[in-house]
Every structure is written in structure tokens, then in C-alpha cells.
């Protein structure tokens, strides 16, 4: 027979869980966070316990989740620096994610009793704004070793109009060059859903210098420039035997500008912030 859920080791059950989960339909980041967070919650359990194996019943123990939750809280789980320093609180969001994947879990194991009251999402993953303008500034000026220049400048203009405007990725993904006015006096403008947005100087800059970049990148289109303001930096993959489409000719994806600005940041400072954090507070 196979063995119960609840009596199972503990990593084991995690492993059924999270399989579970893509079988339920959740989406491929959701079902990762939860497994990342999971193993997190088991690996501080062990290692402040000093034990090599617990049962998935006895790691869901609400005095063991109380530790675990405390720690995450106090940044002592972080496995990477963040802007503030590693001893950071948590941020607010990040907690109730802990908290969600452990419900999802005991649910899972069949121990609903277990579960705990969820806070309401918050804005605690948001930067202030001089946090802010150090990251704008550090993506503007820093490109990692063997990174390509023109997705980092990319990658710093869109974070720029994130924090300028107060607008996410999907809804700056369909501006065209022509929404750009930087020579806009007294101060330069970008027009976003038919509203004017002023730009500071150095959003101004950093725009202006994508803008260089681009104009390089479609200057081997043959015929006219289609306009797209975010365009690939690069050729796509051959698909089936059908060559992409030249960078310029198509738009750069949604999830294409959400990865390069994760990967960016993470290797500049080594942690994967998202442009949803540079969003203005309410």
C-alpha cells in the first residue's frame, strides 16, 4: 500500500505535493514558489532541531510553522543580500506566500485544523522611493560580464517608466516610439493610455540611450520601422524550420521583458525584484 501522506518523510511528501499541484493546474511560477518555500520551511526545521528526517505530520506542527514563519520574518532564511541588507524583515507579501503554501500544504495532507488566518496582500515588496532611484541607477550604469547591452539598457529603460509612471509591464508593453517625446518642453513626456507623463532627467537619459540602441538594432530592417518601442534585442530560435522574424519586426513579449529585467536584477543585485516594485505606493 502506498504510504499516507501525513506518515510519509516529509521531503517526500513535499515532492507528491508539489506534483499534485501541476496536476491541479496552478501555474509553473506558483507551483515553484510553493516547492521553494517548502523546502525552506523543512530545511530550517532540520537544521535548527538538528534531525535529518521528519514525517510530513510532524513537520506541519503549528510550533514548528511558528519558527519557521518568526525566522522568515526576521530574514534569517534569505539566501541573498537584498538593497536594505541581509538582515532585512521579510516584506510583507513574501510572508503571506509562506502562509498560503503552508494552508495548500496541510489541506493537502488532509490537516485543514492546521491552517492559519491569511493577511490581506500588502505593498510591503515595494521600494521606497530612494531605494528606487539607486536600483534605476545601478541598472542604468552596471551591465554584468558577457550580458548583451542593448537588453540591459532595455531592460533599465522599461524599470524606468515602471517607477516614472506607476504603470505595470502589460500596460507600457504596447507603446510605440512615437509615445516618446523627449524634446517635449519644459520637461520631456511619455503618453501612456492617452495620459501625459512628465520624466525626469535621468528617466530621460536612460530612454534616450535605449532609443541609440534601438534605432542600431532596426537599421537592418528592409523597409519601415513597424515603431514598437520595446523591441527583441536579438534573433529568436529557428521554430520547425521557420526563421524569426528580424529583431524590430514584432514586439518583445510581456514575459520577455518580465525575464530580462529578473535576470538583470539578480545579477546586478542579487536579488530577482520584480518591476512591480517599483511601483509608487498607494
Known amino acids: 500500500m502506498p504510504t499516507p501522506p501525513r506518515t510519509a518523510d516529509a521531503r517526500t511528501a513535499i515532492g507528491t505535493f508539489v506534483k499534485a499541484q501541476q496536476d491541479a493546474g496552478y501555474s509553473g511560477p506558483t507551483v515553484r514558489l ?3 518555500l517548502l523546502v525552506e520551511y523543512l530545511e ?3 537544521g535548527e532541531e538538528e534531525t535529518a528526517s521528519l514525517t510530513a505530520e ?3 506542527r503549528p510550533e514548528r510553522a511558528d519558527s519557521w514563519l518568526d525566522a522568515a520574518d526576521a530574514g534569517e532564511t534569505r539566501r541573498r543580500n537584498t538593497l536594505t541588507g541581509p538582515d532585512t524583515p521579510a516584506a510583507h507579501d513574501s510572508q503571506r506566500a509562506r502562509i498560503q503554501t503552508y494552508n495548500t500544504f496541510v489541506g493537502h495532507l488532509g490537516l485543514p485544523g492546521l491552517q492559519r488566518p491569511c493577511p490581506p496582500p500588502g505593498h510591503g515588496d515595494r521600494l ?3 531605494q528606487a532611484h539607486t536600483l534605476l541607477h545601478t541598472l542604468a550604469v552596471r551591465r554584468p560580464t558577457g550580458a548583451n547591452a542593448a ?7 522599461v524599470a524606468a517608466l515602471v517607477a516614472a509612471t506607476g504603470h505595470s509591464v502589460p500596460q507600457l508593453h504596447t507603446l510605440d516610439v512615437t509615445d516618446i ?3 517635449r518642453r519644459p520637461v520631456p513626456v511619455v503618453t501612456v493610455a492617452d495620459t501625459d507623463h512628465p520624466l525626469d532627467k535621468h528617466t530621460a537619459d536612460i530612454l534616450r540611450r535605449w532609443l541609440d ?10 523597409g519601415s520601422d513597424p515603431g514598437y518601442l520595446w523591441i527583441p534585442t536579438k534573433p529568436g530560435r529557428e521554430r520547425a524550420g521557420v526563421q524569426p522574424p528580424k529583431p524590430g519586426l514584432t514586439r518583445a ?4 521583458l518580465h525575464a530580462a529585467h529578473r535576470t538583470l536584477v539578480l545579477q546586478v543585485v542579487g536579488v530577482p525584484l520584480r518591476p512591480y516594485a517599483l511601483l509608487p505606493r498607494p
Open 44 to 46: 530550517h526545521v532540520l
Open 213 to 222: 540602441a534601438r534605432a542600431r538594432i532596426t537599421a537592418a530592417l528592409e
Open 58 to 60: 510532524e513537520l506541519v
Open 253 to 256: 513579449a510581456v514575459r520577455t
Open 151 to 157: 537588453t540591459a539598457l532595455r531592460t533599465a529603460a
Open 181 to 183: 517625446d523627449l524634446g
Open 128 to 130: 521606497e522611493p530612494h
Open 34 to 36: 510553493r516547492g521553494t
